[in-house]
Nanobody, 121 residues
Framework: QVQLVESGGGLVQPGGSLRLSCAAS????????MGWYRQVPGKQRELVAI???????NYADSVKGRFTISRVNANNTVYLQMNSLKPEDTAVYYC???????????????WGQGTQVTVSS
């Protein structure tokens, strides 16, 4: 019922910037939380940043001050502006949404397909 289209990954030098976007579409009543997670081979997927429909935001300590998450509720899109990128930011970045299909319905979680971010000189 939900489709997520991610874009914006790629290769960037240390200190550079990238902007990820994730657009949600499909059949749902509302999206409460939108966010970004990342994963490197052999490690668990970890939170990068999340934002609620009301604008509450949570960042991983490792990205505070460098990454900025934002969303446009009108078109169900979430962005991740990544500045001052470091080699340790290299990972597959996944968009995640928590949504309901009807008013007061059960929340569901859905993941995007992931986009590779590589920080290297």
């Amino acid at each position: 019922q939900v489709q997520l289209v991610e874009s914006g990954g790629g290769l960037v030098q240390p200190g550079g910037s990238l902007r990820l976007s994730c657009a949600a579409s499909g059949s749902f009543f509302s999206i409460n939380v939108m966010g970004w997670y990342r994963q490197v081979p052999g490690k668990q997927r970890e939170l990068v940043a999340i934002i609620t429909s009301g604008g509450s935001i949570n960042y991983a300590d490792s990205v505070k001050g460098r990454f900025t998450i934002s969303r446009v509720n009108a078109n169900n899109t979430v962005y991740l502006q990544m500045n001052s990128l470091k080699p340790e930011d290299t990972a597959v970045y996944y968009c995640n949404v928590n949504y309901i299909r009807r008013r007061l319905g059960t929340p569901y979680n859905y993941w995007g397909q992931g986009t590779q971010v590589t920080v290297s000189s």
